[in-house]
């Protein structure tokens, strides 16, 4: 499963500056922060899980415990 990227712009000029979305970084003071946040899993994976004829046995199986 993957997205494929279709460029909108035909224009050597734009195209060029939309690369410079690559060039930013998260600041460091920011990183506490975001570990504040709250995570959780918006899929748990029983449409990955079978008990026979799947690659994992179980959801426990697939997220190694950690769910």
Known sequence: ???GILPKS???ARIK???????????D?????????EQARLLKGSPFV??????YKTVEEL???EL
């Open 1 to 3: 499963m993957g997205h």
């Open 10 to 12: 035909t224009s050597e």
């Open 17 to 27: 500056e939309n690369f410079d979305v690559f060039d930013w970084s998260i600041p």
């Open 29 to 37: 003071a920011l990183f506490p922060k975001l570990l504040e946040i």
């Open 50 to 55: 079978h008990e026979t004829f799947g690659a």
């Open 63 to 65: 997220w190694d415990g």
